[in-house]
């Protein structure tokens, strides 16, 4: 991917409200993710759960996103121990999450962590 591609994907998130400050640190926001990667081609997200246990409320994604830049496929995890309070009993649907934000960042060429994947988010 061309660099002033790159830049040009990174000062649109940064329009949008999509790259969150904390503690120094720069983080992309899955929305933001999204909304980019609608913009540059993407076409499909196709999720499949590789792991669940109800008992211990954690849960293992595959993401997979699809589109003009190609095919690009991860994995995000969820339990109680790396969630926030609130997240807790979402365990699945953050898993879910985790994995297609991990995938859009690679489709997309971000090193940017997403929000969404750190264990404790504000």
């Known amino acids: 991917m061309a660099t002033s591609s790159l830049q040009s994907i990174f000062k649109d998130l940064?329009?949008?409200g999509a790259i969150i400050k904390l503690q120094g640190r720069k983080y992309?926001?899955?929305?933001?993710?999204?909304?980019?990667?609608?913009q540059h081609g993407l076409e499909s997200i196709d999720t499949d759960m590789v792991y669940h246990d109800p008992?211990?409320?954690?849960?293992?994604?595959?993401?997979?996103v699809k589109g003009s830049r190609g095919c690009f496929s991860d994995?995000?995890?969820?339990?109680?121990?790396?969630?926030?309070?609130?997240?807790?009993?979402?365990?699945?649907?953050?898993?879910?999450?985790?994995?297609?934000?991990?995938?859009?960042r690679q489709y997309l060429g971000i090193g940017l962590c997403s929000l969404e994947e750190l264990p404790e988010t504000p």
């Open 14 to 16: 940064e329009k949008a």
């Open 75 to 104: 994995y995000g995890d969820a339990c109680p121990d790396n969630v926030s309070g609130q997240i807790k009993k979402a365990c699945v649907r953050m898993a879910s999450t985790r994995a297609q934000a991990r995938a859009l």
């Open 28 to 38: 992309v926001t899955f929305k933001g993710l999204l909304w980019i990667a609608h």
């Open 55 to 64: 008992k211990e409320r954690s849960a293992i994604f595959k993401a997979t």
